[in-house]
């Protein structure tokens, strides 16, 4: 397994790190393989299982074994121990058995499960990689692993299927209520003009900045489920409630739940996440910090199963199954005009932007088809670097994930992190010059004078416990270096302050 990522991890081909993996699943047994293929798609099978930093930190003084010895199963099942170690005492609980499995693994297998349990595995053997080696290794249509996938939402039980029943056993796979279905997700577009000439007349929506949900309802029960695909539904009552008042009693709903201010404003995306995963409360902050539903689309109805319809049809049956005041408000046009007011008429009302929707698009779960694009204002920030990480996979050798800071009144302010939008010219060029300012090293970061300015990038800014300034970047990417600015001239930590008190409608 080990060997497998590193293996996958220096490579840059797409094609060599999909037979690599292919060649993994196909010489384990379908059960270590449903694990090892959950693995490279970057989490354990039992998602976050309580183990940061900290708990990596403190089990990580413990002597290495010498000798490779525990297996993919002894490993998962005691992940599954860590994961089941809840309620007082469970911190230390999880620490201590997380200590006692890095006592059996050789030094390389505990640097890969550290950054396993991180979600930092950076071998670029993401879902779409895994999902092609699954269908490699069993040798059946890639369509028909990304079906059953669509439907279960589950790599492992789509890796052991395939591996063990072939196309056969996916067949078996369909659309079940209480089962989640991977989010479709949407590709960028420069303005509405660009998405007009990509898609031509389409859906404009909205796009607001909470929390994406997809609701499932039979008679009475309801679920509710993150894009994630966790269960959320105790969190929610007040959406069970609203779900629950429909006169269609057989639903899956997609859609958001967001905070919204008594002036009817959207509150900041991490206002409404305070909601999410609370267990105690619950009650009082449904009252308190209210969450609304608004929904998107529907994936079945009333027995109907609609995923495989086109968009427009979704939207009419939309239309006819929910009332106004929880759908997204859409417009269908194809005059670049009207999507621009459109999209100001969004912005005017506090939300991000808009989504354009092609009308032939039927549901394409997971993957960032071209069949939704999202259009929404880009700000940028001069920022100074801090420190770099040294890359893997195809940028291995190059410093590359940057750390940011604006200017504070003594010294530099961490906003967090970016490696995206650097070319393979930008990262040797950066590299040289940042081993020139360097002024110390800590594990796999380089820390360097405050001196080098680049234009950054990104979409909103939230609040943040991890950072001393207390805020962070949201999907930041380097825009540019800035050689004409010194430290001197970067933007200063009240004005990122201005920016994110202005986005949430506060007082600066």
Excluded at 172 to 197: C, E, H, K, N
Excluded at 366 to 373: D, E, I, M, Q
Aim: hydrophobic fraction near 45%; proline fraction near 4%.
């Amino acid at each position: 397994m080990v060997d497998a990522w590193r293996e996958i991890a220096a490579t840059p081909s797409r094609t060599a790190k999909v037979e690599r993996i292919a060649v993994l699943l196909r010489t384990a047994s379908p059960d270590d393989a449903a694990v090892a293929a959950t693995w490279l798609a970057g989490e354990p099978v039992q998602g976050r299982i309580g183990i940061g930093w900290a708990g990596i930190r403190s089990a990580g003084d413990v002597e290495p074994a010498t000798l490779s010895s525990l297996t993919i199963a002894s490993v998962h099942a005691m992940f599954s121990g860590i994961a089941a170690a809840t309620g007082r005492g469970s911190a230390a609980r999880r620490t201590s058995l997380l200590r006692e499995l890095f006592g059996t693994v050789t030094l390389s297998e505990r640097e890969f499960l550290s950054h396993l349990l991180l979600g930092e595995l950076r071998q670029g053997a993401l879902d779409g990689l895994v999902i092609d080696a699954i269908a490699r290794a069993a040798a059946v249509d890639l369509a028909a692993v990304r079906r059953a996938l669509l439907f279960t939402g589950s790599i492992p039980e789509v890796a052991r299927t395939a591996l063990a029943e072939g196309e056969a056993g996916l067949e078996r796979f369909g659309l079940r209520l209480f089962t989640p279905l991977q989010p479709m997700l949407a590709q960028t577009a420069d303005d509405v003009d660009s998405a007009i000439d990509r898609l031509g007349t389409a859906g404009f929506e909205y796009k607001l900045d909470g929390a994406r949900i997809q609701v499932h309802r039979l008679e009475d029960e309801v679920r509710i489920f993150t894009r994630n695909l966790n269960d959320v539904t105790d969190s929610l009552p007040e959406i069970v409630a609203t779900v629950r008042g429909l006169s269609a009693t057989e639903l899956i709903l997609d859609g958001e739940a967001i905070a919204v201010g008594k002036n009817g404003r959207p509150l900041p995306f991490q206002t409404t996440m305070k909601r999410f995963g609370r267990r105690k409360e619950v009650e009082r902050l449904s009252e308190t910090l209210p969450l609304r539903c608004f929904f998107f689309d529907v994936l079945r109805a009333n027995g109907r199963t609609l995923i495989d319809q086109p968009a427009a049809r979704r939207f009419e049956a939309l239309d006819d199954l929910l009332p106004g005041r929880l759908r997204v408000p859409r417009v269908i046009t194809g005059d670049p005009a009207g999507a621009g007011e459109f999209l100001r008429e969004a912005r005017r009302a506090g939300h991000e932007g808009v989504i354009a929707k092609a009308l032939d698009a039927s549901w394409d779960a997971g993957a960032r088809g071209t069949g939704w694009l999202k259009i929404k204002p880009v700000h940028t920030l001069d920022l100074v670097v801090l420190a770099a990480e040294w890359g893997h996979g195809r940028r291995h050798g190059w410093l590359s994930n940057l750390h940011l800071g604006a200017r504070g009144p003594d010294g530099f302010v961490m906003l967090g992190k970016t490696f995206k939008g650097l070319t393979d010219r930008t990262l040797e060029w950066q590299t040289r010059e940042l081993l020139a300012r360097e002024v110390s090293r800590s594990a796999h970061v380089v820390h360097v004078r405050p001196e080098m300015v680049v234009e950054i990038a990104f979409n909103d800014i939230q609040r943040s416990s991890r950072y001393a300034g207390g805020l962070a970047l949201r999907f930041a990417r380097v825009r540019g270096y800035r050689p004409d600015k010194s430290a001197a001239d970067a933007d200063t930590i009240e004005t990122v302050r201005a920016i994110h008190s202005a986005a949430a409608g506060e007082p600066a």
